[in-house]
């Protein structure tokens, strides 16, 4: 065969490929990866205070827990949602209160015992899930530290839960209910707390633990402000701001100082609401009440942490 026939042969050879569509060429670049951002948290390096303990070392528990009967499943209790995606920030949710356990921090000596608190446990568990349902819906990997109302769980187990989960942030649920003490809802108690450092706690032998991680305590202040303000909003009230409890607290028979056993534990940022307890005409929190709770803490989460869409 000649040059000029074997030339033609191959011309009409790759004619044929291209318009059968198999040229070669590169293929237009994928679309690129949609993934939402992980957490914002800082990854705080290890202090050297005795007030923050390991990660790996959980909190141990004084005495058997107390066999309590799981809670019926709340009204309130979403269907599980579809898994939202792997690089999702995780919110930790704590409701406040507990069957009494007992408990001892191993890196701190503090006592991380939590007690019973009628209805004030329910109705945070209830305004708990409420929150967990939107946020999920929203697109975020949320952990509660409990898994139902009486779940022995105490302060040292929900502050392990948060930092091991590394919590782009984690926020406790609490209100003043009851016959004896109750506030109304919109009445007062309405306050968030933020890690601040150089607040403490002194442990049973009367070291002074001390809260010092400078990273966390800003992030915590800078969250626990859109906390005041989406929840002033939501629930129609002033909320304060708080950087400790204003108080001593050895003077409610608790452990000497002025942060929540939670927050000083903690790794993460970590924002503690309170709010009041009663609703208008009766003991505890009504399903509007909760809803209007829920709501602020929710806005609020999705101000500190937003999923990029």
């Not at 042969?9 to 198999?22: D, N, R, S, Y």
């Not at 070669?24 to 005795?50: D, E, N």
């Not at 107390?66 to 209790?77: C, F, L, M």
């Not at 829920?294 to 101000?303: H, I, P, S, Y």
Request: glycine share 10%; charged share 15%; aromatic share 4%.
């Amino acid at each position: 065969m000649t040059r000029r026939r074997i030339a033609g042969a191959l011309a009409a050879v790759t004619v044929a490929l291209v318009l059968a569509g198999c040229a070669t060429g590169g293929a237009p670049g994928a679309a690129g990866s949609t993934h939402p951002p992980r957490s914002a948290s800082p990854s705080p390096s290890s202090p050297s205070s005795v007030a923050v303990p390991s990660a790996s070392q959980p909190a141990t528990t004084s005495g058997s827990a107390p066999t309590t009967a799981a809670a019926p499943r709340s009204t309130t209790d979403p269907p599980p949602p579809a898994p939202p995606a792997a690089g999702a920030p995780v919110i930790v949710i704590d409701p406040g209160h507990s069957v009494t356990v007992g408990g001892t921090d191993p890196a701190t000596g503090l006592n991380v015992a939590d007690y019973e608190n009628e209805p004030e446990m329910r109705d945070v568990f209830d305004v708990a899930l409420l929150v967990r349902q939107q946020l999920t819906a929203a697109g975020y990997r949320v952990i509660l530290t409990k898994t139902s109302v009486e779940a022995p769980t105490n302060l040292g187990t929900r502050a392990r839960i948060a930092n091991d989960a590394h919590a782009a942030l984690a926020l406790s649920i609490h209100d003043q209910a009851g016959s004896n003490g109750g506030i109304g809802f919109t009445a007062g108690n309405n306050i968030v707390y933020y890690q601040a450092v150089g607040d403490y706690r002194i442990n049973p032998a009367g070291t002074k633990i001390t809260f010092t991680d400078a990273a966390v305590a800003s992030l915590s202040q800078r969250y626990a402000q859109v906390f005041q303000r989406q929840r002033a909003a939501a629930q129609g009230t002033a909320v304060r701001l708080q950087g400790n409890t204003g108080y001593d607290l050895g003077g409610r028979g608790l452990q000497a100082g002025d942060i929540w056993i939670v927050q000083l534990l903690a790794r993460v940022p970590w924002v503690y609401n309170e709010a009041g307890g009663n609703s208008a005409g009766m003991v505890g929190l009504s399903t509007a009440d909760k809803q209007r709770y829920a709501d602020g803490l929710v806005a609020a989460v999705e101000a500190c942490v937003p999923i990029s869409r």
